[in-house]
């Protein structure tokens, strides 16, 4: 069994930080991408930002220069530091991994989501 505890949403003023942590823990052989999507309320879910296993990451246009992803490979968590919040970053943001099992396979799997909301 693989979990995703996806941790660190909140309320935030527009200006404000908030750092996202997502700690991924079970059977895993190794962890290839790792990912944050989010989803605002009518909207599609879109990538905020991602992180290769070599550390290669991309971003969203919307979020250059304000949002940064990394990777503990140690603790199998990623986090997304996100700084400078406007009200339209305001979503539920989901933690995104694929992953090889022990026994063989790649599988992605999707965190339970955490909730950012930025008032102005």
């Known amino acids: 069994q693989v979990q995703l505890v996806e941790s660190g949403g909140g309320l935030v003023q527009a200006g404000g930080s908030l750092r996202l942590s997502c700690a991924v823990s079970?059977?895993?052989?190794?962890?290839?991408?790792m990912g944050w999507y989010r989803q605002a309320p009518g909207k599609q879910r879109e990538l905020v930002a991602a992180?290769?296993?070599?550390?290669?990451?991309n971003y969203a246009d919307s979020v250059k220069g304000r949002f940064t992803i990394s990777r503990d490979n140690a603790k199998n968590t990623v986090y997304l530091q996100m700084n400078s919040l406007k009200p339209e970053d305001t979503a539920v943001y989901y933690c995104?991994?694929?992953?090889?099992?022990?026994?063989?396979?790649?599988?992605?799997?999707w965190g339970q989501g955490t909730q950012v909301t930025v008032s102005s």
């Open positions: 079970g059977n895993i052989f190794s962890i290839n991408g």
């Open positions: 992180v290769t296993s070599s550390g290669s990451t």
């Open positions: 995104n991994v694929d992953f090889k099992r022990y026994s063989g396979g790649v599988y992605i799997y």
